[in-house]
Nanobody, 119 residues
């Protein structure tokens, strides 16, 4: 089992920045099985959508809507995943979720953190 806890959300004005954090915990075997570290988001009335991915080989990819503004990174020693969000826009308002995939095919979700961007 892997547990994920997000933090860092809040209310920010358009053009502002936030850094989301995802703390990963679990048995060493489970944590070492993690392949992808991914951020998703879900806006009110919309489906959950992909935001950014960091794979085991440190390859990254982003949704077109956030390219050039968001950066995903990780701190291996402290088992953290981050999402630095710059130049935030009202359309970035959503609940942001951390997700990890594992080598044994099971994925795990965090509980989410709310990001609200005012115009």
């Amino acid at each position: 089992q892997v547990q994920l806890v997000e933090s860092g959300g809040g209310l920010v004005q358009s053009g502002g920045s936030l850094r989301l954090s995802c703390a990963i915990s679990g048995s060493p075997r489970a944590v070492n099985s993690i392949t992808d570290r991914v951020w998703y988001r879900q806006a009110p009335g919309k489906e959950r959508e992909f935001v950014a991915r960091l794979n085991r080989g440190n390859g990254v990819d982003y949704a077109d809507s956030v390219k050039g503004r968001f950066t995903i990174s990780r701190d291996i020693a402290n088992k953290m995943v981050y999402l630095q969000m710059n130049d935030l826009k009202p359309e970035d308002t959503a609940v942001y979720y951390c997700y990890v995939g594992t080598t044994y095919g099971r994925g795990f979700w965090g509980q989410g953190t709310q990001v609200t961007v005012s115009a």
